[in-house]
């Protein structure tokens, strides 16, 4: 089946830099990689998604790339602010949509 | 976009009780719904996917008996945590595949 891994765990930016956040997956089958923002004791919350047929996708200061071949996918934040600090974390599935998830990086944005 | 609401938030039970938490798909008809435990830092993990008008399938290692899944019609799944014990105080949350309920926090005393 397929397995996620997430790197890192976590991630201390200054803020205003960038952050990136790195999952790479096994399955070549999964076609839909989302990735989640979760405030403490909150639900996630959808901030970005990329479908397979695609490589880049940009809103705003977030962007997600998508590399098939060696089967990565990762998030760029810009600009970080403090309101970026969060737990986030990357899934991928097949059209079935079941997500399986990485496990997780803690982001802490440093005033 | 679709909303989930799940309810209750937040609920403490003695232990032996059981727990009912529900999530109504509010502006569309979810013939699917995915439900997950949290442990605090870590990832979500899946417990059972329900399906309208049939069995829940559980995943490895979850108790059918224990977490009893109803998905009657296509806007109400409910997940009952049957004779709770302090080990099942967790936050539960389900989900559509894309949209999240707010969770659950359950604290079993």
């Known amino acids: 089946g397929e397995n996620v891994e997430q790197h890192p765990s976590t991630l201390s930016v200054q803020e205003g830099d960038s952050a990136v956040i790195k999952c790479t997956y096994s399955d070549s089958a999964s076609n839909y990689f989302p990735w989640y923002k979760q405030e403490l004791g909150k639900r996630p919350q959808l901030i970005i998604d990329i479908r397979s047929n695609v490589g880049e996708k940009k809103d705003q200061r977030i962007a997600v790339t998508l590399n098939k071949t060696a089967k990565h996918f990762s998030l760029h934040i810009t600009e970080t602010q403090p309101e970026d600090s969060a737990v986030y974390f990357c899934?991928?599935?097949?059209?079935?949509?079941?997500?399986?998830w990485g496990a997780g990086t803690k982001l802490i944005i440093k005033p | 976009g679709a909303v989930v609401s799940q309810h209750p938030s937040r609920v403490i039970c003695k232990s032996g009780t059981s727990v009912k938490i529900e999530c109504r798909s509010l502006d569309f008809q979810a013939t699917t719904m995915f439900w997950y435990r949290q442990f605090p830092k870590k990832s979500l993990m899946l417990m059972a996917t329900?399906?309208?008008?049939?069995?829940?399938?559980?995943e490895q290692g979850v108790e059918k008996d224990k977490f009893l899944i109803n998905h009657a019609s296509l806007t109400l799944s409910t997940l009952t945590v049957t004779s709770a014990h302090p080990e099942d105080s967790s936050f539960y949350i389900c989900?559509?595949?894309?949209?999240f309920g707010s969770g659950t926090r359950l604290t079993v005393v």
């Open positions: 899934a991928a599935s097949e059209s079935n949509y079941q997500l399986i």
């Open positions: 329900s399906n309208e008008g049939s069995k829940a399938t559980y």
């Open positions: 989900s559509d595949g894309y949209t």
